[in-house]
C-alpha cells in the first residue's frame, strides 16, 4: 500500500465583482476498493451542499449571492492506495454500456478513426496498449495549445495537447467501436516530480473489468492513481464548473502537490 499527502489550490480571481455564482466541485476522492480515505476537507468560503451525482462522484454545490471577486479552494488530505491494483470491478450503479454513447467532446472524426483501424481490428488488452503508445506519439504532451472546450477531433487536428486531450481522443477510438471507455479525473503520484495539476486518464471494459489507460504517461495500472472522478468526458469530471453573474474576465491558479508519507 502505498499514502499520499494530497493538497489542491485552486483560486478564481476576477476583473470586476461578481453578482451571483453557482460552483459544483468536485475534489474529494471515491471511495473504493483500490483506495482508502484516511482524512480529506474541502475548504470553501462558505458552507457548501453536498451529495453524488450520476456516476457515483462527490459533488459540492457552492452557491454565493453576496458580491464577490474571487474563488478559493483548498482540497487536502491523505489517501492510500493499492499500486498493485490490475483492474477494477464494475459500479452497480453505473452500467458499464453507459460508456458507449458518445459526446460532443468525444466525437470520432474520419482521420482519428484511421488511425485507430489497425489497433483495433482484433480487440485485446494489448492491442489497446500499441494504439496509447501510438496515440502519444501522434499528440505529443504540449501545454497550452487547446483549452477545456476543445473536442477530440480538434486537438487529433492540431497533432498535440494534454492529458485530457489524449484521454478524448482515447475515448472516442474506442466508443467508435462500441468498445465501453470512461474519463477519470484524480490526482497522479511522481516520484521524480511532484504533479502540478489535476490528471485525467482513459479505462476501457475488457473481458468484464476496467482497465487503465493513462495515455500521457504510458501507465496501464492505476499504480499511482488517486480517483476523484469518473464520466464521459471531462465536462462529467471537472473539478470545477459552474455559472456566475457578473465577475468579467477571470484569472486562473491551480496546484496540486502530491507527497508519499509511506
Not at 101 to 122: D, G, H, M, W
Not at 227 to 247: E, F, K, Q, S, T
Amino acid at each position: 500500500m502505498m499514502k499520499l499527502q494530497i493538497s489542491h489550490q485552486t483560486n478564481y480571481y476576477y476583473d470586476q465583482l461578481a453578482q451571483r455564482s453557482v460552483q459544483y466541485i468536485r475534489m474529494t476522492p471515491m471511495q473504493m476498493a483500490h483506495q482508502t480515505i484516511h482524512q480529506w476537507h474541502v475548504m470553501l468560503p462558505k458552507v457548501a451542499q453536498s451529495q453524488k451525482d450520476g456516476f457515483g462522484n462527490e459533488w459540492l454545490t457552492l452557491s454565493r449571492n453576496e458580491a464577490h471577486n474571487n474563488l478559493q479552494m483548498q482540497a487536502s488530505g491523505i489517501v492510500e492506495i493499492n499500486p498493485e491494483t490490475e483492474r477494477l470491478e464494475d459500479m452497480p450503479d453505473v452500467p458499464y454500456l453507459l460508456f458507449t454513447v458518445a459526446t460532443p467532446l468525444t466525437q470520432c472524426s474520419e482521420a482519428i478513426r484511421e488511425f485507430a483501424a489497425p489497433y483495433l481490428k482484433n480487440i485485446s488488452h494489448d492491442g489497446l496498449k500499441q494504439l496509447a503508445a501510438k496515440l502519444l506519439e501522434k499528440m505529443p504532451y504540449t501545454k497550452n495549445v487547446t483549452h477545456v472546450g476543445t473536442t477530440a477531433a480538434e486537438a487529433f487536428e492540431i497533432g498535440a495537447g494534454v492529458c485530457q486531450d489524449h484521454t478524448h481522443v482515447f475515448l472516442a477510438c474506442l466508443r467508435d467501436q462500441n468498445i465501453p471507455a470512461r474519463y477519470v479525473s484524480g490526482y497522479l503520484y511522481d516520484d521524480t516530480d511532484n504533479h502540478m495539476a489535476s490528471h485525467a486518464w482513459a479505462e476501457a471494459w475488457l473481458e468484464g473489468y476496467w482497465y487503465t489507460f493513462d495515455i500521457s504517461n504510458q501507465l496501464f495500472q492505476p499504480s499511482s492513481h488517486v480517483y476523484v472522478a469518473i464520466g464521459r468526458d471531462y465536462l462529467d469530471a471537472a473539478p470545477v464548473r459552474g455559472v456566475r453573474i457578473g465577475g468579467g474576465y477571470e484569472n486562473l491558479y491551480s496546484q496540486v502537490m502530491v507527497n508519499r508519507l509511506s
